[in-house]
């Protein structure tokens, strides 16, 4: 099973993407910070990565920049989902290599359609 | 409402769009004519039913038709008519035509998402070996819906089914929540209105034909004249792309299936047969 981690400083907002990657066969774990995202990733490298922008401790384009410069970190496949929802952000966030951009709010369709987009579902 | 109100009204929309209401679909009913009841100053449907029947032309029938009409949409929508178009139409049209040159009809192009998303496939490969000239035309019985269309104005749920990120950036322009698309590719499809009741004599030839998701909204007797219609204003070697649940086997001996691409249909003797890279058998061997 292909395992997906949910990134958010929001308990609720990690719940329903569970919720829902589970739904399309996911295997999650959950992070609440880039900081505790990018330990987890350093024992296991997940396939996906849901990623919110704005978080304490570390926030989620400098999580996205350190993961891209591990060791496999090119690997997983990482969809932003996040409020930050204009063009710049958008630009700053591929530049920086994610693959996909969720705008909040999100739903089960957008989620799956984005997911399919990068040939994860 | 009555049967036989809910059967005038179902005549009615069967007969001006091909749309069938069966009796399950009586919820549909209600949900979707109580608003325009209201618009009208009408106290509910009984009242409105009455009023067509003295009248069963005119705005407020029409408003009746709109209503009734289903404009789901999204862009690159189930994607593999979109792979098909590329992989394999092009391709196959590349190779034995002399001019590429093509024109494109969509004929349930409701919002727009579907004409757009070929435009901005055919853009991404201007100024490239793999460039075309295309013409593409978009109609719709929704008059509505043929607006927001030419608009070419998204929310922000609009832009976010089916359109990868890459193009969301390129492409459009954001204004707060609203998504507009941008004034080059929008110039690019025309929009028309057009009921695939009517006669097509006036449409011209199209090389490609995407009527998808709208033939499942009629009976059997319907499929069959529409698809006779099409294949009339096809060239022997076009191509034509339905939606996902809805086919010509068994309805027309016009069209056959292309094999190895689902949901894309070729003139009976009409196309070549060969082997151009089907989408769906590379994704199948790639995962
Ligand atoms: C569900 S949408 C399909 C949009 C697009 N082709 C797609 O697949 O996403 C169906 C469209 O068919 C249109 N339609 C219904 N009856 C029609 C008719 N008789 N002639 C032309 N269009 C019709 C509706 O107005 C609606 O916009």
């Known amino acids: 099973m292909k395992q997906c981690l949910v990134v958010d400083d929001s308990r609720v907002i990690r719940k329903v993407a569970r919720q829902i990657l589970e739904e399309l066969s996911f295997d999650i774990a959950e992070a609440g910070d880039g900081q505790e995202a990018l330990d987890q990733c350093r024992s296991r490298m997940p396939e996906a990565i849901l990623l919110d922008w704005n978080m304490p401790v570390m926030n989620g384009i400098d999580f996205l920049r350190a993961l891209r410069a591990e060791t496999n970190g090119s690997q997983p496949v990482v969809v932003f989902c996040t409020t930050e929802n204009d063009i710049t952000h958008i630009t700053e966030a591929m530049q920086a290599g994610a693959n996909e951009y969720i705008m909040k709010p999100f739903d089960r369709d957008i989620i799956e359609a984005k997911f399919s987009e990068v040939g994860l579902v | ?287």
């Open chain 2, 1 to 287: 409402m009555t049967p036989s109100d809910f059967q005038f009204l179902a005549d009615l929309v069967k007969q001006r769009s091909g749309i069938v209401l069966s009796e399950e679909k009586g919820y549909l009913v209600d949900s979707r004519l109580n608003p325009v009841a209201r618009q009208n100053g009408l106290a509910d449907l009984d009242e409105l039913v009455a009023k067509l029947r003295v009248a069963s032309i005119g705005p407020l029938a029409d408003a009746v038709l709109e209503a009734m009409t289903t404009n789901e949409s999204f862009f690159f929508r189930d994607k593999t008519p979109f792979d098909n178009f590329e992989k394999h139409i092009l391709p196959t049209f590349a190779e034995n035509r002399a001019t590429k040159k093509l024109r494109i009809w969509c004929a349930a192009a409701s919002s727009g998402q579907e004409p757009y998303s070929l435009a901005m496939l055919l853009k991404e490969k201007e100024g490239t070996a793999d460039a075309w000239q295309a013409d593409i035309i978009g109609t719709d019985i929704s008059k509505d819906i043929l607006e927001k269309a030419k608009a070419g104005l998204y929310s922000q749920f609009e832009v976010q089914r089916g359109l990868p990120i890459q193009l969301l950036v390129k492409y459009f322009k954001q204004d707060g929540e609203v998504w507009a698309i941008d004034p080059a590719i929008r110039a690019k499809v025309i929009y028309k209105y057009f009921n695939l009741l009517d006669s097509f004599a006036a449409l011209g030839k199209f090389d490609v034909v995407f009527c998808r998701n709208v033939l499942i909204y009629f009976d059997q007797e319907t499929k069959k004249e529409i698809f006779e219609k099409i294949a009339k204003v096809m060239p022997p070697d076009g191509f034509l792309l339905l939606g996902a649940s809805e086919t010509t086997i068994g309805l027309t001996e016009r069209f056959k299936p292309v094999k190895g691409h689902r949901g894309l249909y070729a003139l009976d003797g009409g196309e070549t047969t060969k082997s151009v890279t089907a989408p769906n058998q590379m994704k199948a061997a790639a995962s």
